[in-house]
């Protein structure tokens, strides 16, 4: 018999749903090769490690209770995001914090004086919509392709490139003083 690891992401998929006397062990399969990648996207897109680990937790639970008809023919990583994306835009809704982010991003410019290049980019970041920050997250972050961001989105393909495109253009003009200034401190 073939180890469960040997199987590609459909045909475990498809087990999973279809075979609940090995249940457990594909669910075990599955878990070992999506759940540093579903839990860093769900950090990254709530910033907090215990609503982090809500998502986290709450998309597995709910990925170990799906049925053939829940699934609708998608794939194994396109559901597990898209369930992330549901519990991480809940949260959001759910928390009781009320924080404007700032139209014109002057806060980001003047916070970004004394930080690092990474804590920049950061903190650019936390400066876009939710939709943007999450598109950035899952294209740069994730590494996943526009058709698959496409499926977790349920947004055309297309659209997410030029969406990704508009992001990548507001962020360049967000961090263009940055590296201009630490180019003229290192040259």
Known sequence: ????SDYNEFDLFEEFLLDNNKKKQIYTE???RFSSKIYNYCLKILKNRLD??????ETFVKFYEITKTDVNGGLLKSYLYRAAHNNCVNI?????????IPEDA???NEDADNLGTFEIVENALD???FYQKELFILRYYQGLGY????KITMTDASIIRTRIHRIIQKLQKLLKPHFEDYKRENI
């Open 127 to 129: 400066t876009l919509p």
């Open 106 to 108: 002057s806060d980001f």
């Open 30 to 32: 599955i878990y070992n």
């Open 52 to 57: 982090a680990n809500d998502a986290f937790s």
């Open 1 to 4: 018999m073939r180890s469960f």
């Open 92 to 100: 959001i809704k759910r928390r009781t914090l009320t924080q404007e």
């Open 147 to 150: 058709d698959e961001i496409s």
